[in-house]
């Protein structure tokens, strides 16, 4: 695939200098060049045929000159002034003094002179040569230098790019092949510069490209080897896609100034454009600063349980974009939330470091129970449920005098987050199975009253219960 392009470039070249030398060499040649008649320029006073100049007739005035489009991007775009015909350098003083000695200074062949054509095969020549200098460099003495390291990163690298290097020593070769010609226009010098630098431009840029994927894949690898691959995925998508923006602006502004675009006029000209755009959209940059933040600081990652404590939001998260984070609630529903929202809150993850939780309950007992005793119940109760991990400490903790009882405050480890609830469930009902195998009762609340009264007073009270008991008798053996 190389060689064919490089010959379908070989062969352009060839066929577009000859074409410009026989059809178009003329009208390319005056552009940028002095006139040789020495003509004077419009408006001045031509010499008669008598050799007397002519003076303009009296009364005739200029036409006024109307704006053009074009002058609505003056100062923008700014005008290339073509350069100067190429100086003959040793070679064509020899190639010119060979042809005249063998006598064919003055042959033509489609257009073009013995010297003109042998020039254009010496540039030629040039380009091949430069051609098979870089296909060596590329394919034998970097190889040979590049095994000598200790690392991988620069075989890859040589891999990924020698192809698109050795095509950027061939452009080079082709302007400076094509400069050195005398016989090609400056016009045509101009356009043909154009083509090769913007040829350039891509493959610096795809080069560029190359080597971000190339760093890309070889950070990957190391972090994978070291077992770290998900806390630096995010980071490094997001320098991956920054370094492909940046190097797309820079080309995009190098291409820009090439073709005699004022890049600084055409920024203060977006200017206005930009502010306004900045203030319409200034809610979607805060969340994409607060995207970037999270994504370099990583107060979660992509799987972890979290909770926006302020936004009310529980769950798992699902994706971290640059703008939004996507998160899971625990029935089974989407929440997307702003990155801005996250970063003005308190974020609780409970995933991190790892997905073990301290689960915690309260045990009131009654006052004239063994302490002791039920505090053994409690930890051994909870150390032989599933779930709990044993190897952790569990507290019972005498915390507080209750109305009804004594308070424990239990706190104990589980496996993961997710068996809060459950593990809550088995903890309970073991709980109450080995209290009530135990027979010691949890404390309940319960109210004594104590009436206080003369001797006068019970009396009364006797009477009138008395009373009431005869009249109630009465009544029903009347009926």
Known sequence: MGKRLFLVLALSLTMLLALASVVGQPALASQGTPDPTGANPAGSTAPSPSGSAAPAPEGSQEPAVEPTPTDLLEGVVVTRTPEPTATPGRVEQQVEELVETVGLGRATFLGLSVVNWINLAISLLYVFISYAIGTWLIRRILPGVIRRTATEFDDRLLGAIGHDVRWLVVLLA????TTRLTFVSAGLKIFLGDVYFVVALVLVVRVVFRIIDVADEWARQHTTKAGREGDFEHVRTLLVRLARVVTAAVAAIVLLNRLGVDVTALTAALGLGGLALTLAAQDTIADMIAGIIILVDRPFRIGDRIEIQNAGTWGDVLDIGLRTTRIRTLDNRLIILPNSTIGSNQVMNYSYPDPSYRNETHVSVGYDTDREVARRLIVDTIRGTAGVLADRPIDALYIEMGDSGVIFRVRWWITTYAAL?????????????AFDEAGIPF?????????????????????AFDGHRGTGSGKGSHG
Request: charged share 20%; no cysteine.
């Open 443 to 463: 404390a309940s609340a319960t109210q004594t009253i104590t009436l206080r009264a003369d001797a006068q007073t019970v009396r009364r009270v006797s009477t």
């Open 421 to 433: 609830r459950r593990n809550l469930d088995q903890v309970h009902t073991a709980l109450q199975a």
């Open 174 to 177: 082709l302007y400076l092949s």
